[in-house]
C-alpha cells in the first residue's frame, strides 16, 4: 500500500509568481486535505476536497486554489506568490473525511 | 472560535522519565482530539485519537492520553521516555459535526531528550 506523496520536495519562487503543488493520496482514500505550516507553527487548514469538490476551505484569500482529480489526487495552486506564502505544505488523504494520513510536505520558499 | 493552546514551546526530559505535553482546547462541543508527532523534515504521524467514549486513550510508541472535559484538556503522557522520542508535538482539533474534518493544530511542543 502506498501512502501520501507529495512533489516536488523542495521549490523556491520569487514573488509574484505562481506556483503548482502536487498530492497523491494513499490507495483508496477519496480525500485531500491541504495545510500550510509555517516556520515553528502549527498546521493551517487551507482546504479540503472530498470526490473532486470543495469540502470546506479554512481562512485563506481566493488565490490559493485547488483541483482534485478523478483518481483523487490532487493539486495546490497559488497566484501572486507573497513573501509570507513560504512554508511547508502539507497534503493529507482519508477515505470518507475520517482519519488523516500526512505526506512528507513540500517546503516552498518564496524570495 | 476554536482554537488549540500547547503552552510549553521546549520541554527536556531525561531518557527514561515521564513525560507529559500539555493541551487545552476551546471549542462549546466537545470535538474530536488528536495528537500528532513530527521529526525533522517529516511529515505528521498520528500518536492517538479521542472521539467518545473513555476518556484515557491508547496510542502508538506507549503514549496515551487523557480527555477531561472539566478542565478543556488532553494531555499526552509517557511513563519513560525513549531519545527516538525527540521530535515536534501537535495537539489537534476537529468539530465533531463538520463534515469537512477540518484539523485545528496548536503551535506545538518540541520534545528534547537528554541521554
Known sequence: ?111 | AQSVTQPDIHITVSEGASLELRCNYSYGATPYLFWYVQSPGQGLQLLLKYFSGDTLVQGIKGFEAEFKRSQSSFNLRKPSVHWSDAAEYFCAVAPGMDSSYKLIFGSGTRLLVRP
Not at chain 1, 520536495?9 to 495545510?35: A, D, E, F, P
Not at chain 1, 502549527?42 to 485563506?60: A, K, S, V
Not at chain 1, 482534485?68 to 473525511?97: I, K, M, T
Open chain 1, 1 to 111: 500500500e502506498t501512502g501520501v506523496t507529495q512533489s516536488p520536495t523542495h521549490l523556491i519562487k520569487t514573488r509574484g509568481q505562481q506556483v503548482t503543488l502536487r498530492c497523491s493520496s494513499q490507495s483508496g482514500h477519496n480525500t485531500v486535505s491541504w495545510y500550510q505550516q509555517a516556520l515553528g507553527q502549527g498546521p493551517q487548514f487551507i482546504f479540503q476536497y472530498y470526490r473532486e469538490e470543495e469540502n470546506g476551505r479554512g481562512n485563506f484569500p481566493p488565490r490559493f486554489s485547488g483541483l482534485q482529480f478523478p483518481n483523487y489526487s490532487s493539486e495546490l495552486n497559488v497566484n501572486a506568490l507573497e513573501l509570507d506564502d513560504s512554508a511547508l505544505y502539507l497534503c493529507a488523504s482519508s477515505l470518507d473525511r475520517n482519519e488523516q494520513f500526512f505526506g512528507p510536505g513540500t517546503r516552498l520558499t518564496v524570495l
